[in-house]
């Protein structure tokens, strides 16, 4: 119960900068925003109108997504090790992990709600809600776990700006930001649907449109916990390494 | 002015040299960006689709032509810009601005990005493949180039614009990412978007302008649009510059 108190002020500062630094959360808003209409105008002059309206549906949602699971925590760790103010952090009898962990839920915290309300209306199958409830909850602390263990690069790299490129293309491509992902070759697409951003976007907007039964549910649900301990490991193993390197002073 | 740039070229060799796992991890994530913009344009035209008035080879042109002056730019301006970001942020211009030279290009050019230099090689070759596919003279092909170098310097100036307004807007911290942002969303035909944003991004902020005018040119020649072009690079030239002097009063430094 004690621990809980201690990181409770966390989660607040979270929620709290949301309203604080209202500016920076409209700008990724807009610029998310601007990203999905992009898409809708192009798949608006490519498909026939219904198609285009599942591909809308599809698109909304999975930027939607994009909102909740951002890569917010990457840069947070990245920035921390770049500047050398990780040494604040570490040598705090709290642990770094947790202090990311709340602060970054406390900012996803509006966001969360505006997308659960989302998910009530846009679908109709009342298990599939219940059921991506549970997932979103693993899904978040495997997502998580995998932002800190690519922030964990910055011990290694002394540019940010190629991750910030990269991992953005990545995120496009495989969360279905463009295009759904079924699009792509069926021999790529078998074994590519079940990569960790895909799992965050990609699956569980398909799963509201198109529902799903109860083994595809189960197989997803497996793989996001096969993700999570296999980053949560990972992530450790690597900041072992890595602050081996860590300079500790102002890159 | 050689002086110093044979300095910076020489400490942008060797930290490419020494930091070679960055270089690496540079390249290749700027070249995964310049992959999944090349496979989602073959996606957009697969099963007969087409985008009306542009063939997938001219999409591939525009891809491939925002991608070649995007790393032109990385070239040159990105660590410069990267560093800037940070020093308006934490008040730690003062070694930019003590010095007895133009601190508007000292901040803005701190060192080369040797990795875009491979990336900016390839992107290159495969524009010049697409564009082998359309037929063109050789006038048009000086032109392109030259559009390279321009378009690269408009992603320059309106980048530094946007940081000189963090004098201004201090926690706005998404500033410095916005022009990069822009020209991903503007890296598609003009023709998709509405009237108004076409208006907007032509006309008053011309990132649509900059990113189609390879395409414009190669389809229509030389006309208005080309010469508006251009005065409008060396308008928003002139407005940075004095932004930047603006900027510098409102400096506070935090030693």
New interface residues.
């Given amino acids: 119960m004690k621990k809980i108190k201690k990181y409770m002020p966390i989660l607040y500062l979270g929620m709290k900068d949301n309203l604080v630094f209202r500016s920076n959360i409209i700008l990724t808003i807009i610029l998310q925003v601007a990203n999905l209409a992009v898409s809708l105008w192009i798949w608006n002059l490519l498909l026939p109108h219904s198609d285009f309206i599942n591909m809308a549906r599809y698109l909304i949602l999975t930027n939607t997504t994009t909102l909740i699971f951002t890569t917010t925590p990457l840069y947070y760790l990245a920035g921390l090790i770049s500047s050398g103010r990780l040494s604040m952090y570490i040598t705090k009898p709290i642990s770094l992990f947790w202090y990311i962990f709340l602060y970054s839920f406390g900012r996803q915290f509006y966001i969360l709600i505006f997308y659960l309300v989302l998910l009530v209306i846009l679908s109709n199958n009342f298990i599939i809600v219940v059921f991506l409830f549970f997932y979103f909850i693993v899904a978040n602390f495997m997502f998580f776990n995998l932002m800190l263990l690519l922030g964990e690069l910055s011990f290694w790299i002394i540019n940010m700006w190629p991750l910030r490129n990269g991992i953005n293309a990545i995120y496009l491509l495989l969360g279905g930001l463009y295009f759904p992902l079924n699009m792509l070759d069926k021999r790529i697409y078998s074994w590519l649907q079940y990569n960790p951003f895909s799992l965050v976007t990609d699956v569980p907007a398909r799963l509201i449109i198109s529902g799903g039964n109860t083994n595809a549910i189960i197989k997803y649900f497996f793989v996001v916990f096969l993700w999570l301990v296999g980053f949560n490991f990972l992530r450790k193993y690597i900041f072992k390494i890595g602050i081996k390197k860590y300079e500790g002073v102002g890159a | 002015m050689i002086r110093i740039g044979k300095t910076i070229w020489k400490k942008s060799i060797e ?1 490419f040299l020494i ?1 070679r ?2 270089s690496i ?2 390249f ?3 070249l ?2 310049l992959i ?2 090349l ?2 344009g073959n ?2 035209y ?1 099963d007969n ?4 008035g542009w063939t997938e080879n001219q999409y591939f042109i525009l891809i491939t032509f925002v991608n070649s002056s995007t790393y032109v730019y990385n070239i040159f301006f ?2 410069g810009h ?1 560093e800037l970001n940070d020093d308006i942020l934490e008040g730690n211009l003062d070694y930019v601005l003590i010095r007895p030279s133009s601190s508007y290009w000292l901040s803005a050019i701190r060192g080369i ?1 040797i ?1 875009s230099i491979f990336n900016f090689i390839i992107t290159y070759i495969l524009l010049i493949i697409f564009l082998n596919k359309e037929v063109i003279t050789q006038f048009q092909f000086i032109v392109v180039n030259i559009l390279i170098i321009t378009t690269a310097l408009m992603i320059f100036v309106l980048n530094q614009i946007c940081l000189t307004l963090l004098f201004w ?1 201090n ?5 410095g ?2 022009v ?2 822009l020209f ?2 503007a890296s ?1 035909p003009t023709k ?3 009237k108004i944003i076409q208006n907007i991004f032509v006309f008053v902020l011309p990132i649509l302008l900059a990113t189609n005018i390879t395409n414009e040119f190669l389809k229509y020649g030389i006309q208005s649009y080309f010469i508006y072009y251009l005065i409008l690079l060396v308008l928003f030239y002139v407005i940075s510059r004095f932004l930047w002097r603006l900027g510098i009063k409102k400096y506070v430094s935090a030693n």
Avoid: K
Avoid at chain 2, 49 to 52: N, Q
Avoid at chain 2, 171 to 175: E, K
């Fill in positions: 930290e930091y796992t960055t991890i540079t290749v994530l700027a995964i960006f999944i913009e496979v989602t996606i957009y697969a689709r087409s985008i009306p990105i660590l990267e990005d990795p807007f926690g706005l911290v998404g500033l990412g916005v990069e942002d991903n969303f598609r998709i978007f509405p």
